[in-house]
């Protein structure tokens, strides 16, 4: 199983990025799937997540600015962040527990796309 991130960048404060990440492999189920951040010299911390249901979870550092959403036929999770703060610079990692094809549930964590927010 492999999850892969795409879209951070440089953007200036007020912009805009969405991120994607897609789940590949041999997947049976995923439950939730979602984000972490981590700021230089900080730890890690939750940003978002989404639950099968389609329930969400945001910190309260990005809540009405964040939004996550998801297609299941595709295994994918986006992040849609806008009025983008210098404080929301960081590597953003995606996370999943998953279940593969005559397994248990796992975590998977992607590789990380950075994220700088920067005039």
């Known amino acids: 199983v492999r999850l892969v991130e795409s879209g951070g960048g440089l953007v200036q404060p007020g912009g805009s990025l969405r991120l994607s990440c897609g789940a590949s492999?041999?997947?049976?189920?995923?439950?939730?799937m979602g984000w972490y951040r981590q700021a230089p010299g900080k730890q890690r911390e939750f940003v978002a997540t989404?639950?099968?249901?389609?329930?969400?979870k945001y910190a309260d550092s990005v809540k009405g600015r964040f939004t996550i959403s998801g297609d299941n036929a595709k295994n994918t999770v986006y992040l849609q962040m806008n009025s983008l703060k210098p404080e929301d610079t960081g590597v953003y990692y995606c996370?999943?527990?998953?279940?593969?094809?005559?397994?248990?549930?796992?975590?998977?964590w992607g590789q990380g796309t950075q994220v700088t927010v920067s005039s």
């Open positions: 989404l639950f099968s249901g389609g329930s969400t």
């Open positions: 996370n999943a527990y998953l279940r593969e094809v005559g397994s248990t549930w796992h975590e998977y």
């Open positions: 492999g041999s997947i049976f189920s995923i439950n939730p």
